[in-house]
């Protein structure tokens, strides 16, 4: 089973920009998709955006424009680039690796966005 590992978050004022990242126990070329999802108090697990082994990307139309995502195959780490947070992206965001065969979490790292 992999290991993901989240890093990047914390409090940011709103308009400001946070960098995600995600760092894997083994070869993320091996993943068929890796994604960022989000999870707000009261609210279900969403999908903020994912990228397949290809370099595709795919983005939810709330961050659409702001957010970017980025994998680095050869530092095995997927990355979120957040810009002009707004307070509703506050959510404990975790990364997401799939492949045929396995589908696996991260434990998560909180955003914050507050005056």
């Known amino acids: 089973q992999v290991q993901l590992v989240e890093s990047g978050g914390g409090l940011v004022q709103p308009g400001g920009s946070l960098r995600l990242s995600c760092a894997a126990s083994r070869n993320i070329f091996l993943f068929n998709a890796m994604g960022w999802y989000r999870q707000a108090p009261g609210n279900q697990r969403e999908l903020v955006a994912s990228i397949s082994r290809g370099g595709n990307t795919n983005y939810a139309d709330a961050v659409k424009g702001r957010f970017t995502i980025s994998r680095d195959n050869a530092k095995n780490t997927m990355n979120l680039q957040m810009n002009s947070l707004k307070p509703e992206d506050a959510a404990v965001y975790y990364c997401?690796?799939?492949?045929?065969?396995?589908?696996?979490w991260g434990q998560g790292t909180q955003v914050t966005v507050s005056p």
């Open positions: 997401n690796a799939k492949t045929a065969f396995s589908d696996d």
